[in-house]
């Protein structure tokens, strides 16, 4: 009951000053609620819209803010005005995030307050961060195209293959892959995961010959032979197909940003087909399939150093590119980027 009059009493209070104002200058609507102690509510308003328009205000939160302040005010008649338009029911938050943090403007009816959120904020990155970190980590299949170059390393020497018999393009002897695979994580930790990369991939390794050179089958073994004219170009393509399977450490920032990886794996490659291709000098070309007594089987090892979206590679044959006494013994470098 005390709660009660404290707080009839406070409403009273509010529209004191206004009641008198009103009757030095002319009647007003109003609206005149009486209670049981004689307390009375008044509300005046200039119009009758005016006192539909309280529907618009938080009453509820009027009373608990009054019945705060008359505790702290000493007996007898009290008065004590306030801003109507911070009661309002419909409150407008814009919410515009910053560099730091999450600004919240309030608006009312001649209210604004502007606060500063670091949790939103937080919570904001947190869910920034596991979504990258997701997508990052997903296992799903994604597809890369690599280019690159192709060298040939020698291994041992032998008198019917001297060097420069077989000596290659820099520029033209180009490698291209097709590739889709995964990458599952393994192990993940705040600023680091330990990932593994496996995955299909077709393979086209070109190697185009310094001068007029050209590779022919005899039965004895692959032989480079002059071609005795002029020629555009000259190479050897070989096409697999192969399986990567490469373990691979990825780093990241504060921000769950991926900053870099680094992998070292093996891989097995199958020819699918090879083929010498020369171009002559009057830009006629000649394609003629054969195995040029190739190993079938190709494995090595291949190094990953991804930045960003790009993935620098090198792959090293561990076997020979032909068969032993059929050819040169070499291996095959290839290095490039893949995006």
């Not at 009103?22 to 119009?47: C, E, G, K, Q």
């Not at 920034?128 to 020698?154: C, E, H, M, P, W």
């Not at 561990?318 to 070499?330: A, I, R, S």
């Amino acid at each position: 009951m005390n709660q009660l009059l404290r707080t009839l009493a406070v409403l009273t209070g509010l529209f004191v000053a206004v009641q008198a104002q009103a009757n030095s200058v002319h009647p007003t609507d109003s609206l005149v609620i009486r209670f049981a102690n004689r307390t009375r509510l008044v509300i005046y308003a200039p119009d009758k819209a005016g006192i539909q328009a309280l529907s618009n205000y938080d009453l509820n939160k009027i009373v608990r803010e009054m019945g705060m302040k008359l505790d702290s005010v000493p007996g007898g008649q009290t008065a004590i005005s306030q801003d109507g338009g911070r009661f309002l029911k419909d409150t407008i938050l814009v919410v515009t995030k910053q560099k730091n943090g999450v600004t919240i403007v309030v608006n009312g009816d001649g209210d604004t307050t502007k606060t500063t959120s670091r949790r939103s904020d937080d919570i904001d990155r947190n869910y920034d961060r596991a979504r990258r970190r997701k997508r990052n980590d997903g296992s799903n299949f994604d597809y890369t195209v690599s280019i690159g170059l192709n060298t040939l390393i020698q291994q041992s020497t032998n008198p019917n293959y001297p060097e420069d018999s077989y000596a290659l393009r820099p520029v033209g002897s180009r490698y291209f892959a097709l590739s889709a695979g995964a990458m599952p994580t393994l192990i993940r930790g705040k600023h680091a995961s330990l990932k593994l990369y496996y995955g299909v991939e077709v393979a086209w390794n070109n190697f185009m010959f310094e001068g007029n050179r050209i590779a022919q089958k005899d039965p004895t073994g692959v032989a480079f032979v002059d071609a005795g004219r002029d020629l555009q170009k000259s190479k050897l393509t070989v096409c697999t197909i192969g399986i990567p399977l490469v373990p691979r450490l990825t780093f990241y920032d504060g921000d769950g940003r991926k900053i870099c990886h680094l992998g070292f794996g093996g891989y097995v490659n199958y020819r699918l087909d090879s083929y010498r291709k020369i171009k002559e000098a009057d830009g006629n070309k000649d394609r003629r399939h054969s195995d040029f007594y190739l190993n079938s089987a190709r494995y090595g090892l291949v190094a990953h150093l991804g930045l960003r979206s790009f993935d620098f590679f090198a792959k090293y044959d561990l076997n020979p590119l032909f068969e032993t006494g059929k050819g040169p013994d070499v291996r095959t470098l290839t290095f490039g980027i893949g995006f």
